[in-house]
């Protein structure tokens, strides 16, 4: 589990670098490394008023072990990963990510997160979809809540 980062970050802070992650995220499935991408966002207008540190933690962690939260997204979605829409996805990818290793955020902001994010930048009903998976998820990764 990562550790909660030195000092207090505000929550919009986060809000932040989660919407950059999905961007970024989204444009890795299409090519592109995690380096690349975190040069990239790093320098485009608004970072400023991200969590750096958390769009980072949140890009690399997640593009190492893609694979491996391809197949958590697997045991818990109605259909196949390949057949997930790239956004979708990556907002499971993140919300995946943080329900195993920051414990530190709560799985409820967790889920309400990745619904907001779906209703900004997802397809319409696309929240729904990712409600439904991360709360399956929720109950088995934190079912102490």
């Known amino acids: 589990m990562s550790e909660a980062p030195a000092g207090r970050v505000g929550p919009r802070a986060r809000r932040r670098a989660r919407q950059l992650a999905l961007q970024a995220l989204y ?6 490394t995690a380096d690349e ?17 958390y769009f980072r933690e949140l890009v690399e962690h997640i593009v190492k072990g893609s694979e491996r ?4 997204i697997g045991e818990y979605a109605d ?3 390949a057949r997930i ?4 996805r990556a907002i499971l990818l993140i919300g995946l ?5 920051r414990h530190d955020v709560p799985y409820r902001v967790v889920i309400d997160e990745a619904v907001g994010l779906a209703r900004r930048f997802g ?4 929240h729904k979809y990712v409600n439904a ?5 929720a109950g088995a990764l934190r079912p102490s809540g």
């Not at 998976?133 to 998820?137: E, G, I, K, Q, Y």
């Open 27 to 32: 444009q890795w499935q299409m090519g592109g």
């Open 37 to 53: 991408l975190y040069a990239q966002f790093s320098s485009s207008t608004g970072f400023g008023k991200a969590d750096a540190g």
């Open 69 to 72: 939260l391809d197949s958590r």
């Open 79 to 81: 259909r196949d990963v």
């Open 85 to 88: 829409d790239p956004v979708e």
């Open 97 to 101: 990510y943080e329900l195993e290793h």
């Open 123 to 126: 397809a319409v009903g696309a």
């Open 133 to 137: 998976v991360l709360d399956r998820a």
